[in-house]
Nanobody
Framework: QVQLVESGGGLVQPGGSLRLSCAAS????????MAWYRQAPGKQRELVAA???????NYAPSVKGRFTVSRDNAKNTVYLQMNSLKPDDTAVYYC????????????WGQGTQVTVSS
């Protein structure tokens, strides 16, 4: 079973940047279509960025042009570079398989908290 561990969150001022990482265990990572999700307090979890196993990317309109998703299959890691952060980006960020392509998600990791505030 693949396990996911997110890291890289923190407190940042509006306009700042963060780079999140998600390390996956197991040998099947390169076959997985991956995605980043976020969940703000009182809101449903939403998909913000996805990357296929071939490297094609897709973004939610709210983050397009500001966030960049990438992956390193040799390191079993997917990244989310977040620039021009806004207070509305405050949430717990998770990675998982792209549920638009795969019916069932993997077990969720603990996520990493991103707080955008002055």
């Amino acid at each position: 079973q693949v396990q996911l561990v997110e890291s890289g969150g923190g407190l940042v001022q509006p306009g700042g940047s963060l780079r999140l990482s998600c390390a996956a265990s197991g040998s099947l990572f390169s076959l997985l279509h991956m995605a980043w999700y976020r969940q703000a307090p009182g809101k449903q979890r939403e998909l913000v960025a996805a990357i296929t196993r071939e490297g094609t990317t897709n973004y939610a309109p709210s983050v397009k042009g500001r966030f960049t998703v990438s992956r390193d299959n040799a390191k079993n890691t997917v990244y989310l570079q977040m620039n021009s952060l806004k207070p509305d980006d405050t949430a717990v960020y998770y990675c998982n398989v792209d549920t638009n392509r795969v019916r069932a998600p993997l077990p969720w990791g603990q996520g990493t908290q991103v707080t955008v505030s002055s």
